[in-house]
Nanobody, 123 residues
């Protein structure tokens, strides 16, 4: 199995940018699909973006496309989520997750989860 640790969250102002990191350890030789999810207070967790193990296929939540970019660096087993033009409604706990098979946007298809990193966007 793989362990995931998120970092990079914090308090920012509307319009700022932030880059989140998801570092993987353990069985990193497995071909995981890695996704980013977020959960705002009082709301259900929702998918943000995902990237295949090769990095050749990227998937984005439609409403966020253009403001977020997912990428990976295999040398250090890290997946990044670059978020630009942040809005107060982006405030949430951001989680990364990994799976070996399933749909990129189905939460329950992901077997491994990190603990999350808080992103707070002030207006």
């Amino acid at each position: 199995q793989v362990q995931l640790v998120e970092s990079g969250g914090g308090l920012v102002q509307a319009g700022d940018s932030l880059r989140l990191s998801c570092a993987a350890s353990g069985r990193t030789d497995t071909k995981y699909l890695t996704g980013w999810f977020r959960q705002a207070p009082g709301k259900e967790r929702e998918v943000v973006a995902a990237i295949t193990w090769s990095g050749r296929s990227l998937f984005y939540r439609g409403s966020l496309k253009g403001r977020v970019t997912i990428s990976r660096v295999d040398a250090n087993n890290t997946v990044f989520l670059q978020m630009n033009s942040l809005k107060p409604e982006d405030t949430a706990i951001y989680y990364c997750a990994a799976q070996t098979q399933g749909h990129w946007d189905i939460e329950h298809d992901y077997a491994y989860w990190g603990q999350g990193t808080q992103v707070t966007v002030s207006s």
